[in-house]
């Protein structure tokens, strides 16, 4: 008998698949973290061969072990973005410098059946560099960031994956992380600022996609 489960998500992510490969992204389509680090360290990085990485937050990315390990490559320089000992401006700084690195890793906020990326930052690091600079990105989503529009996506964002980020940041101060929905807020401290929708990778293959078959991330 066929485990209505794996069946439903089976098609979905093929679906997905072929839709993004339409607008020109590579896609790997893979079942666990696990795999995905294999795919990326046997399938990608050694057509890529990077010299300089950076990458956007992303709890999908950290489940895979991909940095941990990537870091560990004395070949390649890793500019790390995320470093509490820094100051604000140096962090700014960094983030500048890597949006010209060789390979820029990211998570997506959401990703529609149609094959379309959609990201919302506060600062803009990440989708500036999803957009362009870096010569090669790869994104790592799980299926959980599936949904079936462009409008359906922007509701996920702004009231599901948004509030979910804002209680992440406990030292920030922002309405939805006490409400858990969108209050449009004027707060300093907003992460909402910056919306992208990425319909096509350009050029062709610039944008790589491993989709993983579980729940990662918010």
């Known amino acids: 008998m066929i485990d209505p489960h794996s069946f439903y998500w ?37 057509k890529l061969r990077p010299r300089t990485v950076s990458w ?23 500019l790390v973005t995320f470093d509490k000992t820094l100051s604000r401006e140096e ?5 500048r410098k890597a949006l010209l690195v060789d390979l820029f890793f990211a998570g997506t906020n959401a990703l529609t059946e149609n094959g379309q990326l959609v990201n919302l930052d506060m600062v803009g690091n990440r989708v500036g560099a999803i957009t362009f600079g870096p010569r090669n990105v790869v994104i790592v989503a799980g299926r959980n960031k599936i949904v079936p529009s462009l409008e359906s996506a922007v509701e996920r964002i702004r009231n599901y ?9 406990p030292t920030l101060k922002i309405p939805c992380q006490k409400t858990a929905t969108c209050m449009d807020c004027k707060s300093p401290d907003r992460i909402c600022n910056t919306w992208t929708f990425t319909e096509k990778s350009f050029p062709k293959g610039r944008i790589k996609i491993v989709l993983i078959n579980q729940d990662l991330g918010l």
């Open 10 to 46: 089976g098609k979905k992510l093929e679906h997905c698949k072929r839709a993004l490969e339409t607008n020109n992204f590579e896609v790997f389509l893979v079942d666990t973290p696990e795999r995905a680090q294999k795919v990326f360290f046997e399938d990608i990085l050694p």
């Open 56 to 78: 956007g937050d992303s709890q999908s990315l950290y489940a895979t072990g991909i940095l941990e390990k990537i870091r560990k490559d004395p070949a390649i320089e890793v």
């Open 91 to 95: 962090i700014v700084e960094r983030r």
């Open 161 to 169: 994956a948004a509030p979910l980020n804002a209680i992440r940041h």
